[in-house]
Structures are given as structure tokens and as C-alpha cells.
């Protein structure tokens, strides 16, 4: 199986596994995929990420976070740039979202990083996805 946007399949896994209450869920590896899932993590979206073996490729097996009422800490998991439409920014347009409490990810010169980390560091790039 062929996907077009592994990005938004992992997206939706997360959402799917969320809105059914499963405690974890899996996801196919890729680099690019450990630096979103390890962003989401550090920015306190999913509990855990922890990588698995399967035969010559790395999945994550991600722990997914609830609140004490047992709703799921991520309200909004959307992918802003598709393969079809690619979405950029300039660092001078990176604004909070969601009053500060929503992330963005962009995809930089410098690398995968938070929205708020770009905005510092003066670098613009493409926006994988926003979480809030």
C-alpha cells in the first residue's frame, strides 16, 4: 500500500485512536514522522513515544494522553500543507494560536520545530500541521 501523505495518515491514526479511548496507537516510522510525534510529546499533546522494532524498519507506539475526565488532551489535530498544496510562512507572520495554547509545526531550513521556536530563531517554512 501506497500512501500519498504518510503525515496525514499519522495525523489521523492519532485522532482515530483518541476518539475511540484506546490507550495507545501505532504508526509506520519515518524521520520525519519521530520529529512530530517527539514535538507533540515535548509540548505535553501525547504522554510517550516509544520506538519498536518491526523486522528492518522503526514504528512508534504512541501513548496517548487524557485529561481527568478522560477526554483527550489533543482537541484539534489538523494537516495545514498537503502533497496537492504546500502552505508556507515567513517567520514575521507566525502568530500565537489559540491564544498560545494551540502549536504550530513547521517544517524548516533547520529542521522540524514549534511555531514559537521558529518565530525565535527568525526562519520560516512549511507548515506540517496545527494542534491544539
Keep these: 500500500m501506497s500512501l500519498s501523505d504518510p503525515i496525514a495518515d499519522m495525523l489521523t491514526r492519532i485522532?482515530?485512536?483518541?476518539?475511540?479511548?484506546?490507550?495507545?496507537?501505532?504508526?509506520?516510522?519515518?524521520?520525519?514522522?519521530?520529529?512530530?510525534?517527539?514535538?507533540?510529546?515535548?509540548?505535553?499533546?501525547?504522554?510517550?513515544?516509544?520506538?519498536?522494532?518491526?523486522?528492518?524498519?522503526?514504528?512508534?507506539?504512541?501513548?496517548?494522553?487524557?485529561?481527568?475526565?478522560?477526554?483527550?488532551?489533543?482537541?484539534?489535530?489538523?494537516?495545514?500543507?498537503?502533497p496537492g498544496r504546500r502552505v508556507y510562512i515567513q517567520s514575521a507572520e507566525i502568530r500565537p494560536f489559540r491564544n498560545n495554547i494551540g502549536t504550530l509545526i513547521l517544517s524548516t531550513s533547520k529542521g522540524i520545530m514549534t511555531g514559537k521556536r521558529a518565530r525565535k530563531l527568525k526562519v520560516g517554512g512549511e507548515i506540517l500541521c496545527k494542534v491544539f
Excluded at 37 to 58: A, H, P, Q
Excluded at 64 to 80: A, C, G, H
Design 15 to 82: 485522532r482515530n485512536a483518541q476518539q475511540a479511548k484506546h490507550e495507545h496507537c501505532v504508526i509506520p516510522g519515518s524521520k520525519i514522522k519521530k520529529s512530530i510525534l517527539y514535538l507533540l510529546k515535548e509540548e505535553g499533546f501525547v504522554e510517550d513515544v516509544l520506538e519498536m522494532k518491526n523486522g528492518s524498519f522503526d514504528d512508534f507506539q504512541v501513548k496517548l494522553k487524557y485529561d481527568t475526565n478522560k477526554k483527550p488532551v489533543i482537541r484539534m489535530l489538523e494537516r495545514v500543507s498537503t
